[in-house]
T-cell receptor, first 113, second 114 residues
Framework: KQEVTQIPAALSVPEGENLVLNCSFTDSAIYNLQWFRQDPGKGLTSLLLIQSSQREQTSGRLNASLDKSSGRSTLYIAASQPGDSATYLCAVRRRTSYDKVIFGPGTSLSVIP | DVKVTQSSRYLVKRTGEKVFLECVQDMDHENMFWYRQDPGLGLRLIYF???????EKGDIPEGYSVSREKKERFSLILESASTNQTSMYLC?????????????FGPGTRLTVL
């Protein structure tokens, strides 16, 4: 059974710092891994999607890596800003016929001005 | 830009009422999903649909049903609402298959059952 964990559960950093969020999954048989951002009381916004054949994806100040063999992904945020404060979730798409996705519990990030 | 919309942002219903949550996407996606999100439990899949009139149970389908009569619309139905169905409900859509199947989410519906 696929399980997804995220460490840390919460993180508080001063503005301008570079930071890394971690995501681990137990079954390496995945199609892809997706990182999301969720603001309080809102829906999820897709940040990056990494296919199983890829090692990393970049979008602006965000860089996500994938190491399928070790069951890990990291989301790197450069030069953090107060507007980056949100909960970040990772999700893996299992290799089944149903296109189902398993979500991690999220990391709550607070960037202090 | 992909747009997924949900009929209500906030909804308050009474125990025993029949509740309809509507979701519409404008990207011609085959797959549509309904999740609920609760503190400490994360996102859990209720139902999903991979084509019109096709549906599959997710991890927590009890107390819910769904309807997909048109490709762009996926409805979640609470036949007889109960207080333990108070939650944030999120709809999503995606292309099927192995590649380029990024999930796109709606803004969510916060349902309170009294």
């Amino acid at each position: 059974k696929q399980e997804v964990t995220q460490i840390p559960a919460a993180l508080s950093v001063p503005e301008g710092e570079n930071l890394v969020l971690n995501c681990s999954f137990t079954d390496s048989a995945i199609y892809n891994l997706q990182w999301f951002r969720q603001d309080p009381g809102k829906g999820l916004t897709s940040l990056l999607l990494i296919q199983s054949s890829q090692r990393e994806q970049t979008s602006g100040r965000l860089n996500a890596s994938l190491d399928k063999s070790s069951g890990r992904s990291t989301l790197y945020i450069a030069a953090s800003q107060p507007g980056d404060s949100a909960t970040y979730l990772c999700a893996v798409r299992r290799r089944t016929s149903y296109d189902k996705v398993i979500f991690g519990p999220g990391t709550s990030l607070s960037v202090i001005p | 830009d992909v747009k997924v919309t949900q009929s209500s942002r906030y909804l308050v219903k009474r125990t025993g009422e029949k509740v309809f949550l509507e979701c519409v996407q404008d990207m011609d996606h085959e797959n549509m999903f309904w999740y609920r999100q609760d503190p400490g439990l994360g996102l859990r899949l209720i139902y999903f649909s991979y084509d019109v009139k096709m549906k599959e149970k997710g991890d927590i389908p009890e107390g819910y049903s769904v309807s997909r009569e048109k490709k762009e619309r996926f409805s979640l139905i609470l036949e007889s609402a109960s207080t333990n169905q108070t939650s944030m409900y999120l709809c999503a859509s995606s292309w099927p298959g192995e590649h380029y199947n990024e999930q796109f989410f709606g803004p969510g519906t916060r349902l309170t059952v009294l």
